[in-house]
């Protein structure tokens, strides 16, 4: 395993039965570093291949994810705040959202829905060569939908 990969797996907190969405875009690396981490815990990758909303609705299901990694291109996305919607409602409460987005895009935007969607402790950490990473964690938000 490459020492970013490495690095990408510490990010996790492995738990039992640990349940994490890959929205990918041909970042195998990615999705293999995933399954090899949950396995052990008898955990869970959902990969979906797919950025299409009408999908993402149907295959995501509400509350399940401790985990959501993005290295689809978030910022390519027509309807970002339906997406970022649909993705915020597959986490659970305290849940982590990914983003792995190309180094020479803007990153302003994804902070600024990270916060409208309560996501807190956001940071971006430099792991990756050609991508940056942006990480958030779900608050809880009782009594909200």
């Known amino acids: 395993m490459s020492k970013e990969l490495e690095q ?3 990010l ?7 349940s994490i969405l890959d929205i990918n875009n041909s970042c195998e690396d990615i999705t293999k ?3 090899r981490l949950v396995e052990p815990e008898d955990g869970k990758v959902t990969t979906l291949y797919t950025t299409n909303l009408n999908e993402l609705r149907v295959k995501v299901k509400r ?6 990694v993005l290295s689809a291109s978030f910022l390519n ?4 705040n339906l997406f970022m919607k649909i993705v915020s409602l597959g986490l659970r409460d305290s849940g982590y959202i990914i983003f792995l987005e190309e180094k020479d895009k803007q990153i302003d935007e994804i902070y600024t829905l990270l916060e409208e969607y309560d996501f807190g402790a956001i ?3 430099d792991i990756f060569e050609n991508y940056q990473l942006i990480m958030g964690k779900k608050l809880h938000m009782w009594g909200m939908d």
């Open 8 to 10: 990408f797996s510490q």
């Open 12 to 18: 996790f907190g492995m738990t039992p039965s640990i």
């Open 33 to 35: 570093t995933l399954n």
């Open 63 to 68: 509350s399940n994810y401790d985990y959501a």
């Open 77 to 80: 996305q027509e309807e970002k």
């Open 123 to 125: 940071s971006s950490i």
